[in-house]
């Protein structure tokens, strides 16, 4: 047999021994990504597309995000012991496996961290987060300010036109002597039509305004979330329609004194979009006075119905004894009438 024959066996050997050598080696790197994964509940694997491992560095950043918002309010908070996320943050940079322990010790870390700042989350600090120049327009936080902001500016403007159009056609009208009688008439329904829209405006502008404020007060607090936009369009919705229908059911305001101020219903309207608690509270109160109303009819028809049982019975027992035919007639009628109010 030639040197290179018997080369080429030793050669198929070392690759075999090279193949058993890589394949021992995933066994145990999958045996020890895998299965520690499995078993610790959540393990980085060997692999950076791993989705548990995925999940516990979403994890470390998150409690970083956090931390970072504490180092910049007060400082790291002394009350919560942060070594098991150091050692983890640690390990996971190695690419490093996690141990039961230390996972749940960051777990416990994280959630230490959000029940000692409520209302605050990753997501809110990252939407709350300006940019490298100090900015935030190009994040989707800032898109809703600057769209907020025109919107506010524009029912500013209709506010503003919707007066100065009642206000011409209440002093500019023509005082010639031509013939204005059908122009005088459309103008009577452009200013109707924009006296009946005013409310709706102001109510619109006070929604506005108190999104405005709210919207103010979560981003200096580092609690406001882009999800929650949804129920700031349903706000201003929910405060024009209160504009509009506030003027239905009411006209005067009452005050500490007991005096009732008179509002204008550009004034009620702003107040019902700013407070659309001042709408519910006020059908709260007339459909309480309307059911005690009923109810109270409900109670005098009653209470009258009995006091008539009883004088039809003093009657009865007088028409009884009473000797004079005349008497026994006239109180006959009596009775009569009260029986058919009680069956009225």
């Known amino acids: 047999m030639s040197s290179s024959e018997q080369e080429g066996p030793r050669r198929d050997r070392r690759g075999d021994d090279a193949d058993g050598g890589s394949d021992s080696d995933n066994v145990n790197g999958n045996g020890n990504g895998n299965g520690n994964g499995n078993g610790n509940g959540n393990g980085n694997g060997n692999g950076s597309e791993d989705g548990c491992g995925e999940r516990i560095r979403k994890l470390l950043d998150d409690t970083t995000a956090l931390l970072d918002y504490a180092q910049e309010f007060e400082g790291y908070p002394p009350e919560i012991d942060l070594t098991a996320y150091f050692v983890a943050k640690e390990k996971t940079d190695r690419k490093e496996l996690l141990t039961t322990e230390e996972l749940a010790g960051v777990v416990d870390c994280y959630r230490r961290l959000s029940r000692l700042y409520p209302g605050i989350s990753p997501r809110t600090l990252a939407a709350t987060r300006p940019d490298s120049d100090g900015r935030m327009r190009d994040s989707r936080t800032g898109k809703y300010l600057i769209r907020l902001w025109w919107w506010t500016g524009a029912v500013v403007m209709a506010v503003i036109g919707s007066n100065v159009l009642m206000y011409a056609i209440d002093t500019g009208r023509p005082s010639s002597g031509l013939d204005w009688t059908h122009w005088n008439t459309a103008l009577d329904f452009i200013y109707e039509g924009l006296r009946h829209t005013e409310p709706f405006l102001y109510g619109a502008l006070g929604a506005f305004a108190f999104v405005l404020r709210v919207t103010a007060t979560r981003l200096y607090s580092r609690t406001f979330d882009p999800a929650r936009i949804g129920e700031h369009v349903n706000r201003i919705v929910l405060g024009t329609l209160s504009g509009g229908a506030i003027v239905l059911f009411v006209s005067q305001i009452p005050t500490d004194q007991g005096a009732q101020v008179a509002l204008s219903g550009a004034a009620l309207g702003f107040l019902a979009g700013y407070s659309i608690d001042f709408l519910f509270g006020t ?39 009473q000797p004079d035919g005349e008497a026994r007639r006239r109180l006959g009628e009596v009775i009569e009438t009260l029986r058919q109010r009680h069956q009225a």
């Open 283 to 321: 059908l709260d109160r007339v459909i309480c006075a309307l059911l005690a109303n009923d109810a109270g009819d409900k109670t005098g028809k009653a209470a009258r119905a009995r006091r008539d049982a009883d004088v039809v019975q003093v009657l009865d027992d007088l028409v009884a004894e």
